[in-house]
T-cell receptor, first 113, second 115 residues
């Protein structure tokens, strides 16, 4: 049973560019959450997707957007990249309506130059 | 809003020493509490959780008790191993433990265990 997978593992972009990160949830999970983890910090909640809609959102600008597909996989898009967007981006999946905990993927490390 | 505060780190111990990492929280309602561990270059792994007051979560020799009166969830282990070296995050879920609750994390505590 595959856990949460993310791609790519590493990415280097320049300021002003756009980036798309991808996440496949654990089998049987229908909810995907995205977190940003800056170096030396705890993860910060970006948003959560369920039934292909954004259900909750953290304190992140509109440059951060997402999408969830019918197979429950998800994308995180960041436009107009800033140096401060350099971080580890973590995807977590869970199953709606259960007490199950969120399971995290290995993350995508984004470096903005 | 919700917040989690962890003890200042890093923590350096010798093998077989006793470990305590303090965690306190501020939240409305009755959150669920978690400890996650992050090994170098990896994502987060759930270590243990507690969903209501006085619950004790435990796993791999680690324990933490949900103390509502002191709003704390301190992590303990009686005898640490070198393989326990990692970053430990305390977190809370704002939806009473249901799966749609976003997680609020502390800043993390780096643990290094020497042979």
């Amino acid at each position: 049973d595959a856990g949460v997978t993310q791609s790519p593992t590493h990415l280097i972009k320049t300021r002003g560019q756009q980036v798309t990160l991808r996440c496949s949830p654990k089998s049987g999970h229908d909810t995907v959450s995205w977190y940003q983890q800056a170096l030396g910090q705890g993860p910060q909640f970006i948003f959560q997707y369920y039934e292909e809609e954004e259900r909750q959102r953290g304190n992140f600008p509109d440059r951060f957007s997402g999408h969830q597909f019918p197979n429950y996989s998800s994308e995180l898009n960041v436009n107009a990249l800033l140096l401060g967007d350099s971080a580890l981006y973590l995807c977590a999946s869970s199953r709606q309506g259960t007490q199950e905990t969120q399971y995290f993927g290995p993350g995508t490390r984004l470096l903005v130059l | 809003g919700n917040s989690v505060t962890q003890m200042e780190g890093p923590v350096t111990l010798s093998e077989e020493a006793f470990l305590t990492i303090n965690c306190t929280y501020t939240a409305t309602g009755y959150p669920s509490l978690f400890w996650y561990v992050q090994y170098p270059g990896e994502g987060l792994q759930l270590l243990l959780k507690a969903t209501k007051a006085d619950d004790k979560g435990s796993n791999k020799g680690f324990e933490a008790t949900y103390r509502k009166e002191t709003t704390s969830f301190h992590l303990e282990k009686g005898s640490v191993q070198v393989s326990d070296s990692a970053v430990y995050f305390c977190a809370l879920s704002d939806a009473g433990g249901t799966s749609y609750g976003k997680l609020t994390f502390g800043q993390g505590t780096i643990l290094t265990v020497h042979p």
